[in-house]
């Protein structure tokens, strides 16, 4: 079976404030993707990130940084120096090699505070 | 970058009605679109994935009578609501996927529609 954890529902900081938004996934394939996306109230999702499962290297774009650990099935997502507009859902999901279809996690609801 | 137009965004209608959603792929061709509900404050759940010219595959516990959806183009897919209820409000969103899957790494996002049964 496969299946994406996030077992943060909701976090709330202060700007400027570092936050770690959590992703612990199963799966039974060697071969997947991991992927983040960001909802605002609005409702569109906006792609992040995709990680492929041979690729462990961390990734590092502007204030937004992931961490994939293969070892403890994790793809992190830290917000370095957090934003007001950085206030949204973030969805971690799993896609399979086989279907296509994706798998979300529960989403985490971040609320950043001026 | 590719482009998946949903429409309506927004639209209300009455117990026993249907309403149909159109989800159009703007710049590429959509080989599979999957089509997801979402409850307030829940995840995307995944409702089904069609293909071009073939029948739609409906996940479990989803009722494909009442979920109706077509993919008859390469560039447009709609899901229709029928004898719509309470129960039925939602917010739906389409993803269409591009052949190769080189477009945002295979998933670009309808904007949504929030659906209200009153």
């Known amino acids: 079976a496969q299946k994406v954890t996030q077992a943060q529902t909701e976090i709330s900081v202060v700007e400027k404030e570092d936050v770690t938004l959590d992703c612990v996934y199963e799966?039974?394939?060697?071969?997947?993707?991991l992927f983040w996306y960001k909802q605002p109230p609005s409702g569109e999702l906006v792609f992040l990130i995709r990680?492929?499962?041979?690729?462990?290297q961390n990734e590092i774009s502007g204030r937004y940084s992931w961490n994939f650990q293969k070892s403890t099935s994790s793809f992190n997502f830290t917000i370095t120096a957090s934003q007001v507009v950085d206030s949204a859902v973030y969805f971690c999901?799993?896609?399979?090699?086989?279907?296509?279809?994706?798998?979300f996690g529960q989403g985490t609801e971040l609320s950043v505070k001026p | 970058g590719a482009v998946v137009s949903q429409h309506p965004s927004r639209v209300i209608c009455k117990s026993g009605t249907s309403v149909k959603i159109e989800c159009r792929s703007l710049?590429?061709?959509?080989?599979?679109m999957f089509w997801y509900r979402q409850f307030p404050k829940k995840s995307l759940m995944l409702m089904a994935t069609?293909?071009?010219?073939?029948?739609?595959?409906?996940e479990q516990g989803v009722e494909k009578d009442k979920f109706l959806i077509n993919h008859a183009s390469l560039t447009l897919s709609t899901l229709t609501v029928t004898s719509a209820h309470p129960e039925d409000s939602s917010f739906y969103i389409c993803?269409?996927?591009?052949?190769?899957?080189?477009?945002?790494?295979?998933?670009?996002f309808g904007s949504g529609t929030r659906l209200t049964v009153v």
């Open positions: 799966t039974r394939d060697t071969t997947y993707y």
């Open positions: 993803s269409a996927r591009d052949f190769l899957g080189d477009i945002n790494y295979g998933y670009t």
């Open positions: 990680r492929n499962s041979f690729d462990e």
């Open positions: 710049d590429f061709q959509a080989t599979t």
């Open positions: 069609s293909n071009e010219g073939s029948k739609a595959t409906y």
């Open positions: 999901a799993l896609r399979s090699n086989q279907g296509g279809k994706l798998i």
